[in-house]
């Protein structure tokens, strides 16, 4: 009996092999997803056929807390115990259960992500164009000093880092254009006074380089404007206004954003499932960025008043939203989640979550404390790029991204859709419905009227409302 039980056991799992590879596993993987499903098996107690969501989320919540499991690694078993119950378990409870979000929840954040602050200088990699790469063993002193210094200087004026980064990322490529497309190295290889023509021709010339060869964007051409003005009057101290103005610059085309009527966006949002479903609902419901809706906190949820709190969104700004009454019960259970996995953390040691700025120092017992920690926290704990300790973050944008762009093709629309598309129908549906733009301009948190005037050209174009000739 024990060597037919043996025997049933291994033709299941040779089973499971198979159908890893009909998932498109590579062969040479489809063991370890092999694996992975057998840890999972022999976890706990309860019989594989009768475990439901709570035992799933507690086996995979106790594996991100394993330090030494990467974030790939734990996101591979997930994909693998998913396959185990889609295809070869049949688990009907679970057919609603989140996987993708699951699998998202393990994705790392990039180093240089606003939520996690900026990394101590000298530090930072940047990524960059392949033609426009640091030549083989890193930048000339010249270069590397004057990237050290803009940093230094965005960070006195208080810069967000995606700022922060962009601005380094468009000088370094400019330096380094310079220093290829000149004799002798040109202005950066002169010590002492910095001549403010030859920068000047320098920063013409490699402008005139993006819209020629590069053939970038209106907005790219005024970012990599604005990044090396930035170099040349904070870093290097000239004076600039006047002597750049007449690049030839692309033409700004004019874009319409992209909106759903609500019937749209209902069926999308129905398309979607677990967190993510929650997600769409607060960008289409409140008007939130992707990057606000991931880093909001316990303590941002207000029941009692019916509203969330924005905190240090785009510009440094706060601002408050309406609570969707449909979210209630949603939030209700997220915070469950996220009270749990606190409790846990707490019960191993974990250092506390990350605090913004001084916070951390003028609080010191705040990243310890329910209510600081994130809504949509990471099921994997990561290690901090700034202390280098573990802590567990909010999960990353780019899961919910993925899961709306893969709900939009499965509900066959045809359109780009994106989370900021929710964003934009937020605001389209509150013009409909007679909201005064003043009122859609504080809920957006726009600083100018004319960025939210754009969706006034989307509600009420004239030609649209009127009866089409072949019609009439």
Request: with cysteine.
């Amino acid at each position: 009996m024990e060597r037919d039980q043996t025997g049933a056991a291994k033709r299941f799992w040779d089973n499971y092999l198979r159908l890893v590879v009909d998932e498109g596993v590579p062969e040479h993987l489809a063991t370890h997803y092999r694996r992975h499903a057998e840890r999972f098996a022999r976890w706990g107690e309860v019989r594989l056929r009768d475990r439901g969501e709570p035992q799933v989320r507690e086996y995979f919540q106790a594996l991100g807390r394993d330090t030494r499991m990467a974030s790939w690694h734990c996101a591979q078993a997930a994909k693998a115990v998913e396959i185990l119950y889609r295809r070869a378990v049949g688990r009907g409870a679970l057919e609603t259960f989140d996987w993708q979000g699951l699998v998202a929840s393990f994705q790392d954040l990039g180093s240089g992500h606003p939520s996690l602050g900026r990394e101590p200088l000298r530090t930072r990699n940047e990524h960059q164009a392949e033609t426009e790469a640091p030549p083989q063993g890193g930048d000339p002193p010249e270069v590397s000093a004057l990237i050290e210094s803009l940093r230094t200087e965005a960070r006195a004026r208080g810069l967000a880092i995606r700022t922060e980064n962009t601005y380094v990322s468009w000088n370094g490529r400019f330096l380094r254009f310079s220093l290829r497309n000149s004799t002798g190295g040109g202005w950066l290889a002169r010590q002492g006074e910095r001549c403010l023509d030859a920068f000047s021709a320098a920063a013409r010339a490699y402008l005139r380089h993006l819209s020629v060869n590069r053939g970038v964007s209106a907005a790219t051409h005024n970012q990599a404007l604005n990044a090396v003005v930035f170099l040349a009057r904070h870093v290097l101290g000239m004076d600039v206004d006047g002597t750049l103005d007449d690049i030839a610059r692309p033409r700004a085309p004019t874009r319409l954003p992209t909106v759903l009527s609500r019937g749209e966006a209902v069926r999308l949002i129905d398309a979607l499932g677990g967190v993510h479903r929650l997600m769409a609902e607060l960008m289409y419901g409140s008007g939130l960025r992707v990057i606000e809706c991931v880093r909001l906190r316990v303590k941002d949820i207000d029941f009692a008043l019916g509203r969330l709190e924005v905190r240090d969104g785009k510009g440094g700004k706060d601002r408050v939203v309406p609570l969707p009454e449909n979210c209630r019960e949603a939030l209700a259970l997220q915070l469950e989640t996220s009270r749990k996995l606190w409790e846990g953390d707490r019960k191993c040691g974990i250092a506390g979550v990350y605090l913004p700025g001084a916070l951390a120092r003028k609080y010191p017992n705040a990243p310890e404390q329910l209510s600081w920690q994130w809504l949509f926290p990471s099921n994997k704990l990561s290690t901090d790029p700034r202390a280098g300790i573990v802590r567990r973050h909010h999960v990353s944008e780019k899961g919910v991204q993925a899961a709306i762009k893969k709900a939009a093709g499965e509900i066959g629309m045809t359109r780009r859709v994106s989370p900021h598309t929710l964003r934009h129908s937020f605001a389209t549906t509150l013009l409909t419905r007679g909201a005064d733009i003043r009122t859609i301009q504080e809920l957006l948190g726009h600083s100018d009227v004319r960025t939210t005037m754009i969706y006034t050209h989307v509600v009420g174009q004239p030609g649209v409302s009127v009866c089409s000739p072949l019609d009439g």
